[in-house]
Every structure is written in structure tokens, then in C-alpha cells.
């Protein structure tokens, strides 16, 4: 890091021996999983340049935005319209984390048997090792899975402000009806943290902002459709990642400098792996930051990986919002039509999910898909059992994964997928 910012996290209340121990892990992790790699296009040095500073140069971003009158809305879910939080003079940051970090102080309060991915955001509040979290004047939970669904019950015990938005769980009239009340009393909620209104002028250029950001993205997808792939799944993830982290008109920037050199790179037939090489599509549970577990094993297995159906992925950043209308209230169910298109496993049925991956199969020319679920998370294990049978059906090969954030298993992991690489290879 540039700067030595021990004061800031003091002053956030951060416990400097754990998160040091954390830090250091995630340095580690990063060296050995990204930087040791060849072949990296020359725009990845902005989002490594990120990571370096993630509990840095943005936690003080973040913390000066604030001085200057701006409210730090953190959430765990592509459920929690970063429209509405950018238009209310906020700033939108994701809190789900990816890392093994003071489990046994969340499973005080969570049974064991609960995902990763939410004990993961315990243990990170618990062991005051997550300066995001700190830094929020809210945070913003959803009704989705049971699990998170409950643990708010406790999380909301461990945390200044939290506000949870209801969700429906089918998609009916009454479902979308639900999701725009729920909205509604989101931005009344903003109004009361922010002291600001909302106005349609920055309704209008918030969505404008946050579409440019999905569609910068939309390029980039655009670069793994092909053969040889120009840029590594691994690094594709991470930007997918950052998605949740930086300044919305950076990143913007920052992923099409990216795609402006890798059009240029795929023009020359430039590819970071022989042509031919197997491409497999990840599907299910969202990878947050630093997991990447799954990408590391595969592309150390002589594959790669072309696309992610996840919220940290093409479900999150899909769908655009309509920008057109002179209101709040049609800008609103402009959004409402946009978000309530996700579609979350929480959701029953959800035969949009399936269609969309068969779909991301074909784009992105992938010889088979690893369902990836975490471990003790019903919705995507539950649904994954379906999507297997439909893909299987169509000729599409299909491996399901469950696992968690530890590398206990990596080698059981690994040897399945090299099996599964020789299947798609036959
Ligand atoms: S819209 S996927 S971001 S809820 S992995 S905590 S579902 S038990 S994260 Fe998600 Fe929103 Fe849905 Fe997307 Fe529960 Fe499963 Fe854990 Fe999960």
C-alpha cells in the first residue's frame, strides 16, 4: 500500500493485529493466485493496482466522500438498487465477503451448518477486520435465502444501522407490486439518512452511470466468446468483483480500457491459452472477493473459463435499466422492471435461470458447465439438481460442485475437475 493507514483504521475501530493477519493472507493469495500469472493484459494493472489498495486508498475515498456530506450504503445482494443510492448523493459498496475469517466467533451466533458466504460477513463484522463495514452509515439487508433472512434478526444486533428490504419470492404481479413498495420505503429510508430528496434529474443520471458500468461489462463478455480466449476467467472475475467496490465512472473507464486492448489483442489472434483449449461456464453462488477458489483450480487444469451465471457475474449485470421518462415514478418502475427480471434462486419456479444459462452456454461457446454451489446453501443445491437434469437433457455436461472457503478440499476438487475436463474433452 502507498500509504501507511494504521490511523484510519484506528479510528475505524478496526482490531490491527487480525486485520493485519488478514491482510497478509490476502496478499499471499494474491501473489500466488494472480500476480505469478503470465499473460495478464496490460489494463489489469488498474484493478491489481485496486486490490493492492482495497483496505486503503478506497476505504479513505470513501471516508473523505463522507466528510463531504455523502452516506456509505453497504449491502450484501444485486437486489439493493445502486440507482437509488447514487441518486440520493450515496455511495453503493458491497459487504459480502469470500474468506475463512473469524468462523468460530459467527458460529457464537450462527450454527455451523450455515453458508460461507454469510458467516464469512459474521466473522468479518466480529473480528473487526472489515474497514467497508465500518465505514457505513447503513447497511442494507434483503429478505432472500433463509439464511441471510434470519441471521439479520442478529446481524442487526452487531451493527449501528441496518434496514431490511423485502423481497418476493415469485415472480407474479403481486411479487413485482411487493418489490416496488419495498423500493419505495428504500428510498424514504435514504431520504431520512440522507436528509436529501430525490429528484429526477439524479434518478435519470444515476441509472445512466450504473447502466455504462453493466455495459462495459457487457464488453468485456463480449472478449471471452472467443478462441483462444484473450483474457483469463480469473481475471475476469476479479473484475467482476471490483464491480462492487470502486467508483462507478472509474471502473467504467477502467473496463473499457481494457476491452479497447483486448479487441486489439483478438484482432492479432492473440489468446492467454491454445486454441481449443476446453471452456467450461461457472454457475450458482456468487464469488466474493477473495474467493477464487473454483477459477484457480480449473484454469490450473489446462481449461478456462468463459462466463459466470452468478450475481458476481451476468445475473448481476445483465439488464439494463430503461432511462427513458421524465419522473420519479416512472424512472422507479423503470427499475422495479429491471431488478425484478433477477433471477435469484430464492425465487420458485425460476425457469428464467435455466434458460439463461443454456443460453450463456451458446454465447460463450462452453463445453460444459460446473454448477457451483456453497456448502449448506439450499436455494442453489436445490436448483442445481434441476439444472443438471435439464443440461444433461440437452447434451450439456454438467459438474456440481459444493464446497466453502477453506483449500481443505482443493485436491478431491481438483481431481474431479480434470475428470470432468476429459469428459467435455471426449
Ligand atoms: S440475488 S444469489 S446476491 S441472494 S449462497 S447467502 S443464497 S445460502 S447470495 Fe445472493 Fe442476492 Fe440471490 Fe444474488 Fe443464501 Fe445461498 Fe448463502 Fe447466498
Redesign the pocket.
Same mark, same amino acid.
Given at each position: 500500500m502507498a500509504q501507511d493507514y494504521h490511523q484510519m483504521w484506528t479510528e475505524l475501530g478496526l482490531d490491527l493485529d487480525a486485520h493485519n493477519k488478514l491482510l497478509n493472507v490476502l496478499e499471499k493469495t494474491y501473489n500466488e493466485i494472480y500476480l505469478s500469472r503470465q499473460k495478464r493484459p496490460e489494463g489489469m494493472k488498474y484493478f491489481d493496482f485496486v486490490m493492492s489498495e482495497v483496505h486503503g486508498l478506497r476505504i479513505k475515498e470513501l471516508i473523505d466522500a463522507k466528510k463531504l456530506g455523502k452516506k456509505i450504503i453497504g449491502s450484501? /445482494?444485486?437486489?439493493v438498487p445502486e440507482e437509488l443510492i447514487l441518486a440520493m448523493n450515496g455511495i453503493s459498496v458491497g459487504l459480502?465477503a469470500g474468506a475463512e475469517f473469524g468462523f468460530s466467533e459467527a458460529e457464537k451466533f450462527l450454527p455451523r451448518n450455515t /453458508?460461507?458466504? &454469510?458467516k464469512s460477513a459474521f466473522g468479518f463484522k466480529l473480528s473487526k477486520v472489515c474497514p467497508y463495514v465500518e465505514a457505513c452509515d447503513m447497511v442494507a439487508g434483503?429478505n432472500?435465502?433463509d %439464511?441471510?433472512k434470519k441471521s439479520y434478526e442478529i446481524f442487526k444486533n452487531l451493527v449501528d444501522n441496518l434496514y431490511v428490504i423485502d423481497l418476493p419470492q415469485t415472480k407474479s404481479e403481486e411479487g413485482k407490486n411487493l418489490l416496488k413498495k419495498e423500493y419505495q420505503k428504500f428510498i424514504e429510508k435514504l431520504k431520512e439518512i440522507s436528509g436529501n430528496s430525490l429528484e429526477v434529474n439524479n434518478l435519470k443520471k444515476a441509472i445512466m452511470i450504473v447502466n455504462k458500468k453493466r455495459k462495459a461489462l457487457h464488453r468485456l463478455s463480449e472478449m471471452r466468446k472467443y478462441d483462444p480466449l484473450p483474457i483469463s476467467g480469473l481475471d475476469a472475475l476479479l473484475i467482476n468483483q471490483i464491480f462492487f467496490y470502486d467508483d462507478p465512472e472509474r471502473f467504467t473507464e477502467s473496463v473499457n480500457k481494457i476491452c479497447d486492448e483486448l479487441e486489439s489483442k483478438i484482432k492479432n489472434g492473440y489468446g492467454i491459452c491454445p486454441e481449443g483449449t476446453p471452456r467450461i461456464l461457472i454457475s450458482g453462488?456468487?464469488m466474493a472477493i477473495p474467493n477464487w477458489k473454483i477459477h484457480w483450480i480449473v484454469e490450473n487444469s489446462n481449461a478456462v473459463i468463459t462466463g459466470e451465471e452468478?450475481?458476481v457475474g451476468e445475473? %448481476?449485470f445483465q439488464w439494463l435499466t430503461d432511462e427513458t421518462g421524465d419522473s420519479v415514478e416512472k424512472l422507479l418502475n423503470n427499475i422495479v422492471e429491471r431488478y425484478f427480471k433477477?433471477d435469484?434462486? &430464492?425465487f420458485t419456479p425460476n425457469p428464467s435461470r435455466l434458460e439463461h444459462i443454456i443460453d450463456m452456454v451458446n454465447k460463450y461457446n462452453a463445453q460444459g458447465v460446473i454448477h457451483y454451489n456453497?456448502q449448506?446453501?439450499?436455494?442453489?443445491q436445490i436448483e442445481g439438481g434441476l439444472i443438471e437434469t435439464a443440461l444433461e437433457k440437452n447434451g450439456i455436461p454438467v459438474l456440481q460442485l459444493n464446497t466453502d472457503y477453506s483449500n481443505e478440499d482443493v485436491e478431491q476438487i481438483k481431481t474431479r475437475v480434470e475428470a470432468f475436463i476429459e469428459r467435455i474433452r471426449e
Open positions: 450484501f /445482494c444485486v437486489f459480502c /453458508c460461507p458466504l &454469510i434483503e432472500t435465502c %439464511g441471510k453462488c456468487p452468478s450475481c445475473r %448481476g433477477i435469484c434462486a &430464492i456453497l449448506f446453501c439450499q436455494p442453489y
